[in-house]
C-alpha cells in the first residue's frame, strides 16, 4: 500500500458554510434594487430595436451582448457592497461526511497522512478546531513557503521537502487546474475528488474520499 497520501483542504476535505455562492444569492435576494439598476442602466446603454432585430439568429446575439453588459453593470453597482456584506456573512469550516473515517481509516493501516494547501497561516487553527491537527504527519501551507498551487515549484517543495518516494505516494485534490495536472507533472499518483460530477468517467476520479483507500491498492499493485 502507499505510504504516504496527502489532501488538498478546502473543498477535498472541508468546506466552508454558508458557501460563498448561497452567500451571493441571499446578498442578491436582499438588495434586488441593485438588479433593477443594473437593467436600467443596460436598456439605455443598449435598448432593444424591433426594427433591427428580425430573426432568432440577430435576437440570440443582442441577448448575449445584453447579457455580458448586463452583468459587468450590476458588478460595478455592487462589488463594494458585495465585499463588506461577504465579509460579516459568519463563517465555519466543517470536514465533510467521509473526511475523518478515511484519515483515520488510512492512519490504521500505518500510512502517513498530510495536507498540503493554498491558505492562510491560520490553517493550523483551522485544523484544531476541525480536531484533526494531530492526525497529520505533514502539512504544508502556501502562506508560509511563499509558493503556492499550481506552481511545480511548490509540489516540488512538497517532495523535496519530507523526501517523498513518489512511486509510494499518492495526492488527493479537488481541482483539475490546481491540483490534478501539476502534481502529475512533478510525477505525484493523483486523484480528483468530484463531489460534484464535473469529471465523470475521468480514470483518476473519486466520488467519495473513501475510495482513495481502494484506489491506493489497486495503484500499489501495479507497481
Request: glycine letters at 4%.
Given at each position: 500500500?502507499k505510504?504516504t497520501v496527502?489532501?488538498?483542504?478546502?473543498?477535498?476535505?472541508?468546506?466552508?458554510s454558508?458557501?460563498?455562492e448561497?452567500?451571493l444569492?441571499?446578498?442578491?435576494?436582499?438588495?434586488k434594487?441593485?438588479?433593477?439598476?443594473?437593467?436600467?442602466?443596460?436598456?439605455?446603454?443598449l435598448?432593444?430595436?424591433?426594427?433591427?432585430?428580425?430573426n432568432?439568429i440577430?435576437?440570440r446575439?443582442?441577448?448575449?451582448?445584453y447579457?455580458?453588459?448586463?452583468?459587468?453593470?450590476?458588478?460595478?453597482?455592487?462589488?463594494?457592497?458585495?465585499?463588506d456584506?461577504?465579509n460579516?456573512?459568519?463563517?465555519?469550516?466543517?470536514?465533510y461526511e467521509?473526511?475523518?473515517?478515511?484519515?483515520?481509516?488510512?492512519?490504521?493501516?500505518?500510512i502517513?497522512?498530510?495536507?498540503?494547501?493554498n491558505?492562510?497561516?491560520?490553517?493550523?487553527?483551522v485544523?484544531?478546531?476541525?480536531?484533526?491537527d494531530?492526525?497529520?504527519d505533514?502539512?504544508?501551507?502556501?502562506?508560509?513557503?511563499q509558493?503556492?498551487?499550481?506552481?511545480?515549484?511548490?509540489?516540488?517543495?512538497?517532495?523535496?521537502n519530507?523526501?517523498?518516494?513518489?512511486d509510494?505516494t499518492?495526492?488527493?485534490?479537488?481541482?483539475?487546474?490546481l491540483?490534478?495536472?501539476?502534481?502529475r507533472s512533478?510525477?505525484?499518483?493523483?486523484?480528483?475528488?468530484?463531489?460534484?460530477?464535473?469529471y465523470?468517467?475521468?480514470p483518476n476520479?473519486?466520488?467519495?474520499?473513501?475510495?482513495?483507500?481502494?484506489?491506493?491498492?489497486?495503484?500499489?499493485?501495479?507497481?
Open positions: 500500500m505510504k496527502l489532501f488538498d483542504f478546502v473543498n477535498t476535505l472541508a468546506y466552508l454558508p458557501a460563498r448561497d452567500i444569492q441571499q446578498f442578491l435576494q436582499e438588495k434594487e441593485y438588479i433593477l439598476e443594473a437593467f436600467r442602466y443596460t436598456d439605455e446603454q435598448p432593444y430595436s424591433s426594427v433591427n432585430i428580425i432568432s440577430q435576437k446575439a443582442f441577448y448575449q451582448d447579457n455580458q453588459k448586463l452583468f459587468k453593470n450590476l458588478s460595478l453597482i455592487c462589488y463594494n457592497e458585495f465585499h456584506y461577504y460579516g456573512v459568519k463563517k465555519e469550516w466543517f470536514l467521509d473526511s475523518l473515517s478515511t484519515i483515520e481509516a488510512l492512519k490504521a493501516k500505518n502517513s497522512v498530510g495536507i498540503i494547501s491558505f492562510d497561516k491560520n490553517l493550523d487553527e485544523l484544531r478546531s476541525l480536531g484533526i494531530n492526525l497529520l505533514i502539512l504544508i501551507i502556501s502562506a508560509e513557503i509558493l503556492e498551487k499550481p506552481n511545480i515549484e511548490f509540489y516540488e517543495y512538497v517532495k523535496n519530507y523526501n517523498l518516494d513518489l509510494n499518492v495526492y488527493v485534490g479537488d481541482s483539475w487546474s491540483d490534478y495536472e501539476p502534481s512533478v510525477g505525484f499518483e493523483s486523484f480528483i475528488i468530484d463531489r460534484n460530477n464535473l465523470l468517467g475521468m476520479s473519486i466520488q467519495n474520499l473513501s475510495d482513495i483507500i481502494e484506489k491506493i491498492s489497486h495503484v500499489t499493485q501495479s507497481i
